[in-house]
């Protein structure tokens, strides 16, 4: 229940979540600010993996990120420097290029296609509020 879109250096998220008694329109901040300002994290899934990266970064990245929900699914975004890019799911972690766009969560889909039609990371995002039951909320970008 989310959608996470990366382009050109901005980074935008809705911030529906949903809990065991149903969905919260507006209640989770998916994307931060981190380390002055140096690193822009955005997270999918469970929010229980949001403390753990957080402190990780704190730590300039060193090692891998430790106290990760188990058994709970997430996936990341994480630029450094608006150069250095990862992906960071269930354990895992992967380079991107930061010079192509990503897009992560339920609504990705749809933001990808809204990217292709020129659309920016906000854009993108309100095209998956406003097309998929899965996003919704406020617009927050980085």
């Not at 879109?5 to 949903?18: E, H, T």
């Not at 209640?27 to 957080?54: E, F, H, N, W």
């Not at 990760?68 to 975004?77: D, E, H, N, R």
């Not at 290029?97 to 969560?105: A, R, T, Y």
Request: aromatic share 6%; net charge negative.
């Amino acid at each position: 229940m989310t959608v996470i879109v990366w382009k050109d250096g901005q980074m935008a998220a809705d911030s529906l979540a949903a809990t065991e008694y149903g969905c919260v329109t507006g209640s989770v901040r998916k994307v931060m600010l981190l380390g002055d300002g140096r690193y822009q994290l955005g997270v999918c899934g469970t929010a229980m993996a949001i403390l753990p990266l957080a402190n990780w970064i704190a730590e300039e990245c060193v090692g891998s990120p430790s106290a990760l929900p188990v058994g709970k699914s997430y996936s990341a975004i994480l630029v450094q420097d608006r150069r250095h890019g990862l992906i960071i799911q269930d354990g895992g972690t992967e380079e991107f290029d930061v010079s192509q766009p990503l897009c992560i969560g339920s609504g990705a889909e749809i933001a990808y296609g809204a990217l292709a039609m020129g659309a920016t990371p906000i854009q993108a995002v309100q095209a998956a509020i406003d097309r998929s039951i899965y996003c919704g909320g406020d617009i927050h970008f980085v």
